[in-house]
């Protein structure tokens, strides 16, 4: 082989323009996968715009998108809509840094702990079947109408998912593995932090999806009950005033931003699980 052929050869121009079309391939397979998927919802909204233009369907009890739209469109420019906003996301993060924080904590403890088990998961396990609206109305009463309420609210929600999922992660790690770090002559701090997190942390991520979805219809429940601030407080008073389409705008909010939130944990389990060989994400 000449040496102008062996330069050809092993050139790595090739190579690159491979992984060009295999990333192009990929693009366009999530584009088809993502236009499949908006399919059924934009031949809803169609469905329904033809059927509020046609009088087919009342615009004051369901209005069309068009005036949903033109609802967020009116909040936004005067600022409304993000003050509100701004608010409900600070009240659920701060929320769920508590009651998440704390979870995660008692859940390692109870997990590694059996005497701590023993003695605070009976009583977790009966507060956590009270269902969250027949408690909200008491940390009002307790807390009055004010931020700690909210925030008692929330974190209550975001603490069992967490709680619960971190001590049956702990729970399940494989026997073998502290034997491992016994042999290693870990202490428990490295056998907590090198052996038994990462094997929980699957299970521990699980709690962390949920936990963030539960504060976030925490929030919910307390912007609803009493609050002058927040989308809680803004569909409140659209009802009040009969502005279905604000409240509608509202209830939309809502769902984009957890789901959001709800994109961010899968990207965070898909970037901190590639090393599991079962991890199909």
Known sequence: MSHSAEVLHHSPVPAKRAAKLRQWAIFRQKFADLAVGALVPALLLIVWQLAGNLGLISTFFLPTPLMIAEAFKNLTVTGELSGHLGISVSRAASGFAAGGTLGLLLGIAAGYFRRVEQVFDPTLQMIRLVPHLAIAPLFILWFGFGETSKMVIIASGAFFPLYIN?????????????????????????????VILPSALPQILVGLRLSLAVSWLGLVVAELIGSQSGIGFLINFAKQNSTTEVIFVGVLLFAVVGKMVDS??????????????SYEG
Do not use: A
């Open 166 to 194: 971190t001590f049956l992660g702990i729970r399940s790690v494989d026997n073998k593995l502290f034997e491992v770090s016994q042999v290693l002559q870990f202490n428990r701090y490295k056998q907590i932090v090198r």
């Open 264 to 277: 961010f944990v899968r990207i965070l389990e898909h970037r901190l699980l590639q090393w599991r060989d």
